[in-house]
């Protein structure tokens, strides 16, 4: 098990390292010129080029490249020209490791930025993963169990209509009617879980919701089917054929199998719910990476969309590792060497 995962942990850091290269030459090796972007329209071209030498990109990208993976390890200084630092002291900004970059439309390292959003984004996932996997887990289950019946036409129905909903939606006519007509819940407000965990509950429940319901829908379809295909199983059936309970049968034995790819597509999904539930952080005004994102790319913000790109980048990563790890103990019939 360790030799794996320490394969696992270098490839995940060479693929993190190419992932930041390939990143870099998208967004600052294209047609338009970042320093004019982040100067203003006002600018001057000796303001430009000043702009330019103070992110370091009068830089060629392979080098601005390897002092952005130095910022990461040992943090760096703005502005990143020597010269511009030594001659404005008093303008030096500290970025400490793992820097991210720095930001001259708002002013502020990206680390800022990032990391004080990421709590609102993974505070959101957690809440939306708890309740998507026991409903469509258990839903999905019922479904199994009830094959053919009018109880697993009704789930799987309103499975694929919930699943062809989409989120904008789903939160606008929670938000509406949920929490301003019928006031059953109060209207969701991001509260950290510092200031009480009664309120950081409360304000996540109507945004977590919103998620939980579309994931909800796939994950009763993948568990229903995956429960199914398994329950046909040649040791499921002499599990039966040896009189064990049907509940035994259903969580010792089936559902062991079944939780193989159901906790693959927990892994990623929450992983890409960190950084990408800009519609719903946007609905419930929430301050998420999902809504830096989007005021980032509206606002041409390169370094913040950069470090946003490898935080949600890192997480599926580590996802995937922990994913492979957990297979050992959910089924027996993998083997690590």
Not at 114 to 128: E, K
Not at 133 to 149: F, M, N, P, Q, Y
Request: aromatic content about 10%; proline content about 6%; overall charge positive.
């Amino acid at each position: 098990m360790f030799p794996f995962i320490v394969r696992r942990t270098l490839a995940g850091i060479v693929l993190l390292l190419v992932l930041s290269f390939v990143t870099m030459v998208l967004f600052f090796s294209g047609p338009t010129d970042p320093a004019r972007v982040m100067c203003g329209k006002s600018c001057s071209v000796e303001r430009i080029e000043q702009t330019r030498k103070a992110l370091g990109y009068d830089k060629p990208v392979v080098v601005q490249w390897g002092a952005f993976l130095k910022g990461i390890v040992a943090g760096r200084e703005y502005p990143a020209d020597a010269e511009l630092r030594k001659a404005a002291p008093q303008l030096v900004t500290e970025c400490p490791a793992p820097c991210l970059g720095y930001s001259t439309i708002t002013n502020q390292t990206v680390n800022t930025a990032v990391f004080t959003a990421l709590p609102v984004s993974a505070s959101l996932a957690l809440a939306a993963g708890i309740m998507w996997l026991i409903g469509g887990v258990g839903l999905g289950i019922l479904a199994a169990l009830t094959k053919g019946r009018l109880i697993d036409r009704v789930i799987v129905g309103l499975a694929v209509f919930t699943y062809s909903f989409p989120t904008f939606a789903t939160g606008l006519l929670l938000l509406q009617f949920v929490a301003l007509k019928w006031q059953l819940v109060k209207v969701p407000v991001w509260t950290p879980i510092t200031q009480g965990f009664a309120p950081w509950l409360e304000g996540l429940f109507l945004p977590g919701l919103t998620l939980a319901i579309f994931f909800m829908a796939a994950y009763v379809r993948l568990t229903r089917a995956y429960v199914i295909e398994t329950g046909s199983e040649d040791y499921v059936r002499t599990a039966r054929a040896k009189g064990l309970p049907r509940r035994q049968v259903l969580f010792k034995h089936t559902m062991r199998a079944a939780l193989t790819p159901l906790v693959t597509a927990a892994g990623l999904d929450l992983a890409a719910v960190i950084g990408g539930s800009v519609i719903t952080e946007s609905v419930f005004n929430f301050p998420g990476l999902g809504r830096l994102a989007l005021t980032s790319s509206t606002q041409y913000d390169l370094p913040v969309m950069v470090g946003i790109v490898l935080v949600a980048a890192t997480f599926v990563v580590v996802a995937n590792m922990i994913v492979d790890i957990l297979y050992a103990f959910i089924d027996p019939r993998v083997k690590y060497a």
